[in-house]
């Protein structure tokens, strides 16, 4: 392990943030750096230190040295480490969101919903810490009795994607801090600073030295290889594509490591014929463009029934060729740049692929000349739904708009994806509704409404899209093992 000293930072807007690994409570260097860009303007950020294999490691020594005195910590004690690294939070705001934009592109208004958001879900879990208990039972058929108490499961592995930098490590390591685990947080090679300053907020706060690691690497799959091969990491919590959750899960299998993977998915948005159609239009906007259509939980296929079909597109299409796109500094802008070069032209083959099959291009369609990665927002109309093409996690700002002739012929297309995280509906009748949702075999279901991540909620999806929840009451309980006591009672 490298020498800790005092953290190298970059000048980022005016202020420092830190640019080195955090490893057992110390800013450390690594020997190579790695650049940050500004998908805005293709402009380099910060250098960041490229963690190695060995760095990683030590994170992980220190993360286990760090675990037996930190499940011990009393519930009130840990509750208050966590309100006073909440208050920091709300005192560095204006830094984090700001950051956030630069790195993500994202426009400074969805910056600070999810800045909001972040601190709300480290509010909600600093609440749960005092109010975890246990059960107290009588054996079925003898003098005992169980008690069923809860253990942390142990050093972490939190890996999480750019497309949200602060909502992820802060859901994260969130429930795991308050479960009373010690974490090694692997950051999005192009979000790191937004991670740099979470833990740097954690570690003013006065986390324990080891409790939160952070490795930041242009080397992921070999880093988190070593990570997985070892042993005393008991838990891996995964946000990110389904192909590598996959790769994780079977990394797990060895040592039967737990895991939690928040993976891709395939939302269909249902807009029913009594719906109220600006409504829909209006929320299907902001569930498709926002983040600029990169988030897994966006509206990835809209499905109107054949009756209003019409009406509605010719709302959503007026309402899509007002957004503007642009820096995410400018306050007119709605929508951001597409994350990277690289990213952008997967979206261009995502445009030629749907004309390909014979969709009916009704705007956008083209990226925007220039420094940044922008793309303009796209809808099409599509009538071939069999291509693979239909099926697949578009995670771009290109609308794809599908007809179905009755309510059952809505949820049939709904469901027919392998994934199974968010899905929507939108009608006026409460009963349509319910029936509906309890037919998607969707972890969630927003009912006239676009937009449903909530602290209080179980964030999830089944089939390809995950296993375990993040927020709500269950969120702790994935850092949790249940453990029993059986007394004997003469
Ligand atoms: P990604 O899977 O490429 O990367 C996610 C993270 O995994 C990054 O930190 C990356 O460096 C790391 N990684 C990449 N390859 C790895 C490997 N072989 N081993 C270990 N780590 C590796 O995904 P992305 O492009 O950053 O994010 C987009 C995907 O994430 C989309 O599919 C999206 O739907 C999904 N996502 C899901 C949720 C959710 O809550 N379900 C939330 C946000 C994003």
Not at 26 to 44: L, R
Not at 472 to 480: P, S
């Amino acid at each position: 392990m490298t020498t800790p000293t005092a953290p190298v930072t970059a000048q980022v807007r005016g202020r420092e943030i830190p640019v080195d690994l955090y490893i057992g409570g110390a800013w450390t260097h690594a020997a190579e750096t790695f650049s940050v860009v500004n998908p805005a303007n293709g402009q380099t950020i910060a250098e960041v230190a490229d963690g190695t294999v060995d760095q990683a490691l030590a994170a992980l020594d220190a993360a286990v040295a760090a675990q037996d005195a930190w499940r011990h910590v009393l519930p009130r004690e840990r509750a208050d480490l966590f309100h006073r690294a909440h208050r920091l939070l709300l005192q560095r705001a204006d830094e984090i969101v700001e950051t956030m934009t630069l790195e993500s592109g994202k426009p400074l208004g969805e910056a600070r919903g999810e800045f909001q958001l972040s601190a709300d879900f480290f509010l909600w879990y600093a609440e749960q810490i005092a109010h975890l208990h246990g059960t107290y039972a009588h054996g079925s058929r003898g003098a005992y009795r169980i008690v069923t108490t809860h253990q942390p499961v142990g050093p972490c592995l939190l890996i999480t994607p750019w497309n949200f930098p602060l909502l992820m490590i802060a859901r994260k390591a969130g429930a795991a801090l308050a479960a009373g685990c010690t974490v090694v947080v692997k950051s999005a090679k192009e979000t790191p600073l937004t991670c740099a300053l979470f833990v740097q907020t954690l570690h003013d706060a006065g986390f324990p030295a080891g409790v939160v690691n952070l490795v930041h690497t242009t080397t992921s799959s070999k880093v988190s290889a070593a990570l997985m091969a070892d042993s005393r990491l008991r838990k891996v919590s995964f946000t990110g594509s389904t192909g590598v959750g996959s790769t994780l899960l079977s990394q797990a299998a060895p040592n039967i490591t737990n895991a939690s993977m928040e993976l891709g998915g395939d939302g269909p948005f249902i807009v029913l014929d009594d719906a109220d159609l600006d409504l829909a239009a209006e929320q299907a906007i902001v569930c498709k463009f926002r983040n600029a259509g990169q988030a897994c939980v966006a509206a990835n296929r809209i499905i109107v029934d054949s009756r209003v079909a019409e009406e509605f597109t010719a709302k959503f299409v007026a309402l899509t060729e007002k957004l503007k796109v642009g820096d995410g500094f400018d306050p007119d802008t709605e929508v951001g740049p597409i994350i990277s070069a690289r990213q952008r032209d997967t979206v261009k083959e995502l445009v030629n692929g749907f004309s390909e099959i014979g969709a009916t291009l009704l705007t956008g369609g083209k990226e925007i000349p220039g420094d940044g990665f922008f793309f303009e927002p796209t809808v099409f109309s599509v009538t071939e739904a069999d291509d693979d093409l239909c099926h697949q996690e578009l995670f771009a700002p290109i609308a794809t708009i599908y007809t179905a002739d009755s309510v059952a012929e809505a949820v049939k297309v709904a469901n027919d994806t392998t994934y199974g995280l968010a899905a929507y509906v939108f009608t006026r009748n409460v009963d349509r509704a319910i029936a509906v949702s309890e037919r998607l075999d969707f972890g969630m279901v927003g009912i006239n409404r676009g937009i449903m991540a909530d602290p209080a909620a179980a964030f999830g999806g089944i089939k390809a899209s995950g296993l375990g929840r993040e927020g709500g009451h269950e969120a702790i309980y994935e850092f949790l093992e249940p453990k029993y006591l059986a007394i004997t009672v003469n």
